[in-house]
């Protein structure tokens, strides 16, 4: 059984910080991770993802994450935010059958100016 | 631009009736979906389907039918609307190609169940 756990539903930052949002999860075989924002009223929109190759992959607008397989994790992080950034960020995995995403419940990223 | 159109946005429904919520996409992927967001519990799969005139159980099929009639539409239905099924509903499409397959969601519809 694939789960995905993001500990933090809350996270709140002032404007410039950096920022680490937390995912881990359990799935024994081979995994697809991915990240997506939501703002406020609207759908997600996908930001990145892995799934083989290079554990830190790159996404839109300066996120990226890494993926540790040890400690079961792919946590995403930002240098520098921006209050555009305050989202609703969701960690999701899809395992043997990818078609099947399972999200967390996400993580409410609050930007203070 | 990849887009996925949901409707109705909005609805209030009363208990016991009928609810048929849309998506089209116009993205030509093999495969859509629907979800459920409910505060506190994340996105939960409904229903999603490979291929037009198929449709599979996701982890919350219970009180849901779903009818994929075409490649582009994509329709959700709650045939006895409880007050329990208010929530958003977010539908998605993604290509076939596991390493490209992301998903793309639509706006959202809003039901509430009276």
């Known amino acids: 059984t694939q789960t995905v756990s993001q500990s933090d539903a809350h996270v709140t930052v002032f404007e410039g910080d950096s920022v680490e949002l937390r995912c881990n999860y359990s799935y024994g075989g081979s995994i697809y991770l991915s990240w997506y924002i939501q703002h406020h009223g609207h759908g997600l929109q996908f930001l990145l993802k892995?799934?083989?190759?290079?554990?830190v992959v790159q996404g839109v607008n300066g996120f990226e994450a890494e993926f540790s397989k040890s400690d079961s994790s792919f946590h995403l992080r930002k240098a520098s935010v921006h209050w555009s950034d305050s989202a609703v960020y969701f960690c999701a995995v899809s395992g043997t059958n990818a078609y099947k995403v399972i999200f967390g419940k996400g993580t409410h990223l609050h930007v203070l100016p | 631009e990849a887009a996925v159109t949901q409707s109705p946005r909005s609805k209030v429904a009363v208990t016991g009736g009928k609810v048929t919520l849309s998506c089209h996409q116009t993205n030509n992927h093999d495969y859509m979906y629907w979800y459920r967001q409910d505060t506190g519990h994340g996105l939960r799969l409904i229903h999603y389907s490979y291929v037009a005139d198929s449709t599979e159980k996701g982890d919350i099929p219970d009180g849901y039918k779903a009818s994929r009639p075409s490649q582009e539409n994509f329709s959700l239905i709650l045939e006895l609307a409880s007050l329990s099924q208010t929530a958003v509903y977010f539908c998605?499409?993604?290509?076939?190609?596991?390493?490209?397959?992301?998903?793309?969601f639509g706006e959202g519809s809003k039901l509430t169940v009276l």
């Open positions: 892995y799934y083989s190759g290079n554990p």
């Open positions: 998605a499409s993604s290509l076939r190609d596991r390493a490209t397959g992301q998903l793309y």
